[in-house]
Every structure is written in structure tokens, then in C-alpha cells.
């Protein structure tokens, strides 16, 4: 069984910062790639940041040059550094991994933590 674990959302004014983690748990499984997706209250799910396997990183435009995504392979962490942040970065923040297992290619879901940036 694979499970991602979040933690580090919480309140902050606009112009704030904050980091989000996510620790990968499980045995037996490759990563083929992670990410981190939001979901804006009345709104779909969509991609933030997301980091392959060898290291390369893709952002949307909405964030670029304020958030920041990175990993930490030895703990199977993945991180969201978030600045300047926005009202409309308040979202739930989920983080994402594809992982091949057993032959086989899976995506897994954290359980969201909620940001929310006061104007």
C-alpha cells in the first residue's frame, strides 16, 4: 500500500508564506513522478507544481516565481515553498504521486490540507 501524508497548510494574510510536506509511505514502488494540485473552493482540481524522477520541474502560471517545489528522495518528502501568496491561492492542496508498482503504473492522493490567504 502506498499513502501520502500532508501537513503545513493553515491562515496567512496576503504576502505570506508557507510550506507544505508531504512524506511518501510505503514499500516496494519506483516514483515516476510527484506533484502538487489545488482545489479553489467551487472549482476542479488543478496541477500546481509537479517534479519528475530525474529532477524537472513544471509550474503553472499562476504561481511561477512564487511557489517552489522540491524533494528529498532519501525521505521520500516532497515540498511546496509558497510566497507572496494570494487570496486566490486558497484552495485545498493535495499532493499527487505516480509510482510504478508491481509492474504496474498507480497515481495516489494525499487527504488535501486547506490554505487560506486573507486579504
Known amino acids: 500500500q502506498v499513502q501520502l501524508v500532508e501537513s503545513g497548510g493553515g491562515l496567512v494574510q496576503a504576502g505570506g508564506s508557507l510550506r507544505l510536506s508531504c512524506v511518501l509511505l510505503?514499500?516496494?514502488?519506483?516514483?515516476?513522478?510527484m506533484g502538487w494540485y489545488r482545489q479553489p473552493p467551487g472549482k476542479q482540481r488543478e496541477l500546481v507544481a509537479g517534479?519528475?524522477?530525474?529532477?524537472?520541474?513544471n509550474y503553472a502560471d499562476s504561481v511561477q516565481g512564487r511557489f517552489t517545489i522540491s524533494r528529498d528522495s532519501a525521505k521520500n518528502m516532497m515540498y511546496l515553498q509558497m510566497n507572496a501568496l494570494k487570496p486566490e491561492d486558497t484552495a485545498v492542496y493535495y499532493c499527487?504521486?505516480?509510482?510504478?508498482?508491481?509492474?504496474?503504473?498507480?497515481?495516489?492522493w494525499g487527504q488535501g490540507t486547506q490554505v487560506t490567504v486573507s486579504s
Open positions: 499527487n504521486v505516480n509510482v510504478r508498482r508491481y509492474a504496474r503504473d498507480s497515481d495516489y
Open positions: 510505503g514499500r516496494s514502488f519506483s516514483i515516476n513522478s
Open positions: 517534479i519528475t524522477s530525474g529532477g524537472s520541474t
